[in-house]
């Protein structure tokens, strides 16, 4: 049986604030509205229905300014209608107001979602939204220069348009509309962009627990200098380094791969929402490293379309092209690839990837399968030994674990047992065709 759900709406009676409903179906994905129906989709006779089927499409019309498709049905329980709506290209309101349908609810828009979904109706982003009382002299000259320098290395930028004054700069990148700078433009080339976008820069915070922070740090500027800040104040504070030599040369090797960590830090400004006023927040733990972002993924992606090559879709698309034509970063969606690719070449895990709602974020973890984190964790010397074991075969079995520590079945049952309550190793199969991996 049918149930509500994202584009499904059961109504037992007709009313006409059930128009709302409409608006949102139209301005979300289209949807059906069943009247006549009960909430677990059972038809409850309809009266009027006949009257309702002139009714409810003229008012939709009139009030809506759209046009519905309504259908009468007849059913063993009586009559009942479908109203069809479909996703309609440009802004539909109820009486001024802005409904949308997320999820199995109607929500009405207001201050920053309206402005956010005005504007993606419009085919416009925010980031190319125009400022007034601002010009390219008030940018600062400094980052222009280091602008330059880089574009020139990346040669994603001829030398005579480098050469350029900062207005045909400015131009060329994109970043004016008419006479106007756009909001990317005070966000790369301002000297404080808080001053006109709220929550634009980077917090740092060491925790020893998730309720337990040591110290922290806040980086401002333009995204210029944050970006340059933020991964030195990383690898010189955050994250430790292990130095070793080679010959007489010094081999710093850090506890995450730098590569990573900056390409993850550049999708995150990339891909912020900067209308929500939060600031990108990086936590560092002994053991894992946090970049958070709140943001939206392309419209029907999940986190497994980043987990593979894909489009490049950014969500600010004119930061994305300054960074890139500052050969910071690629145009083809490569960046979450990198990611993956630099920590499994420094032995570390695969990060893991979170999409929630409006948050998005990626966890990096150290290679913890080492002898003296484990002794750290109160392990026994066989499953200490075991665990080493798995890291480099793979896997281990029951009978594997008995023969390396020379033990009972009983004795290595209850090992593994505790190594995976730890979330160290995990089951795979069961009974004697049974294996363990190292847990992710």
């Known amino acids: 049986m049918t149930s509500e759900s994202q584009n499904i709406e059961f109504k037992v009676t007709w009313r006409d604030e059930y128009l709302k409903w409409i608006c949102g179906f139209a301005n979300a994905f289209g949807g059906t509205i069943f009247i006549g129906k009960g909430d677990t989709g059972n038809v409850d006779h309809l009266k009027d229905a006949k009257k309702l089927m002139e009714e409810i499409p003229n008012k939709v019309r009139d009030t809506l300014g759209i046009l519905v498709d309504v259908n009468l049905y007849q059913s063993d329980q009586g009559e009942f209608i479908e109203i069809l709506v479909e996703q309609y290209p440009y802004p539909v309101n109820y009486k001024g107001q802005y409904h949308y349908r997320s999820g199995s609810t109607k929500q009405e828009l207001k201050g920053a979602a309206l402005d956010k979904f005005l504007l993606q109706k419009k085919g416009k982003r925010w980031d190319g939204v125009p400022v007034p009382n601002v010009s390219t002299n008030d940018l600062k000259q400094e980052t222009f220069d280091f602008f330059r320098k880089r574009a020139f290395r990346s040669q994603r930028i001829d030398e005579e348009s480098l050469a350029d004054s900062n207005e045909h700069l400015i131009e060329n990148l994109q970043l004016k509309e008419g006479k106007f700078l756009k909001r990317a433009s005070i966000l790369l080339f301002y000297t404080n962009p808080e001053k006109y976008i709220t929550g634009s820069y980077i917090k740092i915070g060491f925790f020893e627990s998730d309720s337990d922070l040591r110290f922290q740090d806040e980086i401002h500027g333009n995204l210029f200098e944050q970006i340059e800040k933020t991964t030195e104040l990383l690898f010189t504070k955050y994250i430790k380094a292990l130095i070793s030599y080679e010959g007489l040369n010094r081999v710093e090797t850090y506890e995450y791969p730098k590569e990573a960590i900056r390409e993850a830090l550049l999708n995150a400004v990339a891909h912020k929402d900067y209308s929500g006023g939060v600031p990108i927040q990086i936590s560092v733990y002994k053991d894992k490293l946090m970049i958070w972002n709140e943001g939206q993924l392309p419209e029907n992606w999940t986190v497994k379309n980043l987990l593979e090559k894909h489009a490049s879709r950014p969500y600010n698309p004119d930061i994305a092209n300054a960074l890139f034509r500052s050969g910071y970063i690629e145009s083809w969606g490569r960046g979450t690839i990198k990611i993956i690719n630099e920590c499994k070449k420094a032995g570390i895990p695969e990060p893991v990837f979170s999409y929630d709602s409006s948050d998005i974020s990626v966890e990096f973890r150290k290679d913890i399968y080492n002898e003296k984190h ?64 190292l847990a992710p």
């Open 374 to 437: 484990l002794q750290s964790l109160d392990l026994n010397v066989r499953q200490v030994k075991a665990v080493l074991y798995v890291k480099e075969k793979g896997r281990i079995t029951n009978k594997e674990y008995q023969e390396i520590n020379n033990t009972t079945d009983r004795t290595a049952l209850r090992d593994l047992e505790t190594l995976i309550e730890l979330n160290i190793i995990k089951r795979i199969g069961e009974k004697k065709g049974a294996y363990y991996e």
